[in-house]
């Protein structure tokens, strides 16, 4: 790919997308892409990608589908992703094609036409208002005549979030993998592609051990920090600017994830008005970090108290306000999270008896879409906040103010843009003393080296770690 400015059909939005897959600017992630092109290759070869939320798992598949296939199809689980509503999904999708009567459709099998149309008259169209839900899926829509449906068509079925139907749909499902690799006999391009985000390819898919030579498991680890680096500098050229003095900053910050970067990215961009590529460089200094930390801040602030009046709800009193413990600890650390060990010492800082069952409970819950997946379980074990801001905002909200119990209502957030440029600049997230910030804002005794000291968001804080 050319990377050069000066031709302006693209906008920064293009360039910088904290939002969506990664496609002008995109970073070769060449420990994978070999791996995922020969799976693609090679027929009767089934695919499962997984890894972290934010890996690039979406864009790295795109990237390549492009590359190698004409069309492919998408379907998207959720937890209450049944078999039947995957099938008439994938059916669904394949409308666009078999009622096709252009040219192109001439070389399509009239007998699977026909009856795919005589299927789809059954169930009724998508498009004629019936709704997914309530449709039935007939007899003789199987995983088998739906494979052989997309392998007339030489398609590729990307199931995304394949790991979160419940387990009571999970059998056919991984059934259907063995039908689509067994179908590669009569249509050498048909397969699935399962994505899950998930740390191990067992938690995608829990296939029969025959099939192991006809899956192939990839592991999509996240961005490390070189090709973060490359991300920014691909974009800085892109739109001729340059914030080199930042690129550090924002590196470090991300932990990681390339769509903070893109965010960062996208935002000093948009501060300078930088739409287009500039007609000559525009410069960033260290001072900009500011209104860049605020835009992200202000673009976030309504999420953010909504997930974490999520994480935080109580049903009812217990014992423990477990949640609330759990994200205080982990917000005591720094971005790249916590063992479990090290939670619980922080926790029991305070409850010397915490049980340790109740953490694995809790950090199961705060990982699931019911309380706002807002932790991960990271590939070297330890337990962080998805997105470093959340790590931020609980530190402030959490440890620094004392919050009610039930609801954390702060208007305007009670995070400031100082904190956060400070937070960038510095790398270093809020200091905590030796004895931990759980004891100073539950009123256990501070000792000296949790003592309040440098002003951030106009309160009082505790000493730096360099202290
Ligand atoms: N190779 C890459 N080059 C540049 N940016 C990338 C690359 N891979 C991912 N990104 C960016 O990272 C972010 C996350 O990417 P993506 O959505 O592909 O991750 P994912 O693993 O599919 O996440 P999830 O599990 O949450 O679906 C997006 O902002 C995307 O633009
Ligand atoms: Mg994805």
């Given at each position: 790919m050319s990377l050069s400015p000066g031709r302006s059909s693209f906008d920064v939005f293009e360039v910088f997308t904290p939002g969506t897959q990664a496609r002008l600017n995109y970073v070769p992630r060449l420990s994978v892409e070999g791996r995922i092109t020969q799976a693609l290759q090679t027929p009767g070869k089934q695919v499962i990608v997984y890894g972290e939320s934010g890996s690039g798992k979406s864009t790295l598949l795109l990237k390549k589908l492009e590359e190698l296939y004409t069309e492919h199809i998408t379907t998207r689980c959720s937890s209450t992703t049944t078999f039947e509503e995957l099938l008439l999904d994938g059916f669904d999708q394949l409308d666009q094609y078999y009622t096709d009567t252009s040219s192109n459709s001439s070389g399509r099998s009239r007998s699977l036409t026909a009856d795919f149309l005589r299927i789809q008259a059954t169930i009724g169209s998508s498009t004629s208002g019936s709704q997914t839900a309530s449709r039935i899926v007939p007899p003789q829509l199987t995983a088998h005549r739906l494979g052989q449906f997309m392998g007339e068509l030489g398609l590729c079925w990307v199931i995304e979030d394949f790991h979160k139907p419940d387990e009571s749909e999970k059998t056919q499902m991984?059934?259907?993998?063995?039908?689509?690799?067994?179908?590669?006999?009569?249509?050498r391009r048909v397969k699935i592609v399962a994505i899950g985000a998930t740390e191990t390819a067992r938690e995608v898919v829990e296939y029969e051990p025959e099939m192991a030579n006809r899956v192939d498991e990839i592991l999509v680890p996240l961005l490390d920090d070189d090709e973060l680096r490359m991300l920014l500098e691909n974009g800085q050229r892109l739109m001729n600017v340059d914030f080199t003095s930042l690129v550090d900053s924002f590196v470090q910050y991300a932990t990681g994830m390339a769509s903070v970067c893109h965010q960062l990215g996208l935002n000093a961009c948009l501060e300078?008005?930088?739409?287009?590529?500039?007609?000559?460089?525009?410069?960033?200094?260290?001072?900009?970090?500011?209104?860049?930390?605020?835009?992200?801040?202000?673009?976030?602030?309504?999420?953010?108290?909504?997930?974490?009046?999520?994480?935080?709800?109580?049903?009812?009193?217990?014992?423990?306000?477990?949640?609330?413990?759990?994200?205080?600890?982990?917000?005591?650390g720094q971005l790249v999270g916590m063992h479990n060990y090290e939670i619980l010492d922080q926790i029991r800082k305070i409850h010397h008896d915490y049980p340790s069952g109740n953490l694995t409970n809790y950090l199961n819950e705060l990982m699931s879409d019911k309380r706002?997946?807002?932790?991960?379980?990271?590939?070297?074990?330890?337990?962080?906040?998805?997105?470093?801001?959340?790590?931020?905002?609980?530190?402030i909200t959490l440890i620094e103010e004392p919050?009610?119990?039930?609801?954390?209502?702060?208007?305007?957030?009670?995070?400031?843009?100082?904190?956060?440029?400070?937070?960038?600049?510095?790398?270093?997230?809020?200091?905590?003393?030796?004895?931990?910030?759980?004891?100073?804002?539950?009123?256990?005794?501070?000792?000296?080296?949790?003592?309040?000291?440098?002003?951030?968001?106009?309160?009082?804080?505790?000493?730096?770690?360099?202290?």
């Open positions: 991984n059934q259907t993998l063995k039908i689509f690799s067994d179908l590669a006999s009569e249509f300078k008005d930088v739409i287009t590529p500039a007609q000559r460089t525009v410069r960033f200094v260290e001072t900009d970090l500011r209104p860049i930390a605020k835009r992200y801040l202000n673009d976030c602030s309504d999420t953010l108290k909504k997930t974490f009046d999520m994480a935080l709800h109580r049903e009812r009193k217990r014992k423990y306000d477990n949640c609330r413990l759990i994200l205080m600890a982990i917000a005591s706002g997946a807002m932790l991960r379980h990271s590939s070297d074990g330890r337990f962080r906040f998805i997105d470093p801001l959340h790590h931020v905002y609980a530190q919050v009610s119990d039930f609801e954390l209502d702060f208007s305007p957030s009670p995070l400031s843009a100082d904190y956060l440029a400070q937070v960038l600049r510095t790398g270093v997230i809020h200091p905590i003393g030796e004895s931990g910030f759980l004891e100073s804002r539950w009123g256990v005794n501070m000792t000296d080296g949790a003592q309040r000291t440098g002003p951030i968001n106009g309160r009082t804080v505790g000493p730096t770690s360099h202290e």
